[in-house]
């Protein structure tokens, strides 16, 4: 059965010079090297196989699906993860070990087992991850005999790398890196992540990998990782499904000499969570971007609620709504499809006639109908960009979120309905 992922000759060529002009923009981390190798796996022979390599005293934060259908190599990672630190991480894309039963956790235990024996340190410390068709036995002895290849080419330059290695229907590898201050010292924050489809993350997305050179009480990691997930990766959707591979790890290594972060009351604290959550909140974008078949990144931004939870069920109801994302994609004003949507999102407090509505700079409608000076070829003309917002006002609190989505086109379900064909 032949699985129709992105092969290199159309998708990985065609952003070749895209990636190349970004190369000198990744910074590498102190602390963690990654390499990669091709396992054949995948659809065409190409990368499919990254391992990153932490250095002792890292503290890592790892964040797994809440979907109860979790993958084989899931369930090793957080066993792995409560008994000892994580001094390796070994990503398979091609093929999700997912709905395998015992099979699936003997895969994935070998292939921790397989990596540790070559790197001389114990199973516990590594932290297997996978991606690709769910229900499908897994071939761990193709990983197996790449491990070598992939971990003595580890090298602090192999961030681009590894994204390429982890994507599935992804037509672009998703890297990001920034400089940032703290204190007296300039730290890095670098990170990769795939996804297209299957996204509606309940605590990361399908999987992403962030590191920082900053030293972090593996506490305050964890209380960073949880703030950030849910102004990222938990506010956006494609297609409202929640994967069962999802996963995300924070890794910290410390390894500029700065003193220990360890408590939200030091003046550092600040400037690193924003450094990280710029560095998640783009990239979480870039999988919105990405999304299958998408041509269009629209925020979905809820103001004048009573409580967060409250926002952000408006938010996803209109997000979520394949009737709002079918008339994103025809660049269609249908503004009628979005009020339904805020209507159906179970707020049990919300007053219509206090509701207002937004797309781009325009007012759409005010206090629940037609705005009075609305123009809908001003509506029109927002929507034939790639990258817009709809706003949506409750006038009924002080709380507000933002979701980002994107439109559902023809080639949504022609992907899908190819995946393994």
Known sequence: M?????????????YKVK??????????????????AATGLRYKERKDLAIFAISPGSNTSCFFTKNKFA??????????????????????SGNANAGTGENGLTAASRICESLAAEAGCEFENVLPFSTGVIGEELDYSLIVKHIP????????????????????TDTFPKVRSKKFTLGNDIHTVTGICKGSGMIRPDMATMLAYIATDASVSESLLKKIGQTVL?????????????STNDAVVFIATGRTGSDKITTEGDPRYLPLLLGIDEICSELAKDIVRDGEGASKLVS????????DDEAALVAYSVAESSLVKTALFAEDPNWGRILSAVGASGVQELDFNKVDLFVGEHKVASRGALDAHYQEEKVASVMKNKEFSIRVDLNNGECDTTVWTCDLSYDYVRINSEYRS
């Open 2 to 14: 032949a699985v129709h992922f992105c092969e290199e000759d159309d998708v990985l060529k065609k």
């Open 19 to 36: 990636v190349d002009e970004k190369r000198d923009l990744i910074f590498p981390i102190e602390g963690v090297q990654v390499g990669t």
């Open 71 to 92: 993958a084989a190599p899931i369930e090793i990672a957080k066993r792995n993860r409560e008994k000892n630190e994580a001094l390796y991480l070994i990503i398979n």
């Open 149 to 168: 290849k992939a971990l003595y080419g580890v090298t602090d330059e192999g961030w681009i790398e590894a994204a390429e290695a982890i994507m599935t």
């Open 230 to 242: 849910r102004s990222s990766f938990n506010r956006i959707t494609v297609d409202g499904e929640t």
């Open 300 to 307: 979905v931004e809820v103001a004048g609620a009573k409580t």
